[in-house]
């Protein structure tokens, strides 16, 4: 019966480390492909605006807008899509599944922005 050197075993357990590390890494990449970019409402007394006012994702990203505000306001797509209208901190985040530019504002002051997925 041949026996194995201590080199074998620890190239052996070098091996199966290197596949666990790989393995661990590929599924970290995948779980984190979607990102998500913040636009948040600026100013106060009418003079209002989303920053920034162009966002660029990828398919499968999302946006999330943010205000805290002395007036209510919304986020409002054509597409129906809509945050409700809401003051103080409010918080919407969509996510976009299709590729294109989607302009949107707040309907209650008229200001716009949008969202470009590639």
Do not use: E
Not at 85 to 92: A, D, E, P, R, S
């Amino acid at each position: 019966m041949r026996t194995r050197g201590p080199r074998t075993g620890a190239l052996l357990a070098l091996v199966l480390g290197v596949l666990a590390a790989l393995a661990l890494i590929s599924t970290g990449a995948s779980a984190a492909k979607h990102k998500t970019k913040s636009v948040t409402i600026n100013g106060s007394m009418g003079s209002y605006n989303f920053a920034p006012m162009k966002v660029k994702i990828k398919k499968g990203d999302s946006v999330k807008w943010s205000w805290n505000s002395d007036q209510p306001h919304n986020v409002t797509f054509s597409s129906k899509k809509h945050s409700k209208t809401k003051m103080q901190l409010k918080k919407y985040k969509l996510t976009f599944h299709k590729k294109g530019t989607f302009q949107y504002s707040c309907t209650v002051h008229g200001f716009t922005g949008s969202v470009v997925v590639k």
